[in-house]
């Protein structure tokens, strides 16, 4: 065997769990998204409720609302995106 091939060889190994794909975990971040999109809907519910009665001061409220809406403003865009790639792959030719 020659010496050039044998560090070929090792070079190759240490290299090769580089190029190995990494599982994303897309699960894990999709469901730490959709929590903490819950919660800052949730959060805009509870000082919408507490201004109503008297609880919150207005600028807090419009802070609340602000951060909804952004959330909302984001959910959509995502969705719209994800219905497009879709779309985008239905017409592609089989």
């Known amino acids: ?20 794909p990494q599982k994303p975990e897309a699960g894990a971040a999709f469901a730490d ?21 008297g609880g919150a001061d207005p600028h807090a409220l419009v802070q609340a609302l602000a951060q909804t809406e952004l959330a909302v403003e984001t959910a959509v865009t995502v969705r719209d995106k994800v219905v497009e790639a879709y779309q985008e792959i239905l017409r592609m030719p089989v």
């Open 33 to 53: 998204a959709a929590k903490g999109f819950a919660q800052t809907i949730r959060q805009g519910e509870e000082t919408a409720m507490a201004a109503m009665s």
């Open 1 to 20: 065997m020659d010496i050039r091939s044998s560090i070929a060889a090792q070079a190759y190994a240490t290299a090769r769990p580089a190029t190995q």
